[in-house]
């Protein structure tokens, strides 16, 4: 329970006794962050019997925390692919490993070639805490392609059988 016991929730119009009819029940996770639950009667609209209910939370957000990280949209994957084919050439060719210690071996060889190669030719990047990561160059591309389709079809809005809006209904579906 969110109100404190002993708040009065209504005032009956009859005889102008206050009761509590209503509670405000929250969960415990956020009773926690439960600032002030009260009732404020001076701001009771006209002819209601019930009073108004405020409760006040505190609800700060934490701020993600935007680290750099690594940029794999803007990797030149042909480069990135023969380097680490040259990297893989200069591990042992592949043959049936008998023990484990020979298995974590193979392994770390393999993880240490795919981080050199992900250090040389993948770029850091520290991304703005308000970017939207999924939006990419071509969804950008394609609301530019549908803005200018937008605009063209409005200035024929008079014009119902025009193929603009065919079109633009087209790319619309595709953004």
Request: charged share 30%; net charge positive.
């Amino acid at each position: 329970m969110a109100l404190p016991a002993n708040i009065p929730t209504l005032q009956a119009l009859a005889s102008g006794n206050y009761t509590r009819v209503d509670n405000v029940f929250i969960s415990e996770h956020l009773l926690t962050t439960v600032i002030q639950c009260t009732t404020e009667p001076e701001r009771r609209p006209v002819k209601t019997d019930h009073l108004p209910i405020v409760l006040t939370l505190d609800l700060n957000i934490e701020q993600a925390d935007e680290s750099p990280r690594r940029n794999f949209r803007t990797v030149d994957w042909a480069k990135f692919r023969k380097t680490l084919g040259d990297r893989l050439d200069t591990l042992p060719s592949p043959r049936e490993l008998q023990t484990k210690e020979a298995l974590y071996a193979a392994l770390e060889n393999l993880n240490r070639a795919i981080d050199e190669t992900v250090q040389d030719h993948v770029p850091m990047t520290t991304p703005c805490p308000h970017s939207k990561r999924w939006f990419n160059t071509e969804l950008r591309d394609l609301r530019k392609t549908m803005k200018r389709a937008a605009r063209k079809s409005f200035r024929f809005r008079a014009v119902p059988d025009h193929a603009i809006h065919v079109q633009f209904k087209e790319i619309r579906k595709q953004y």
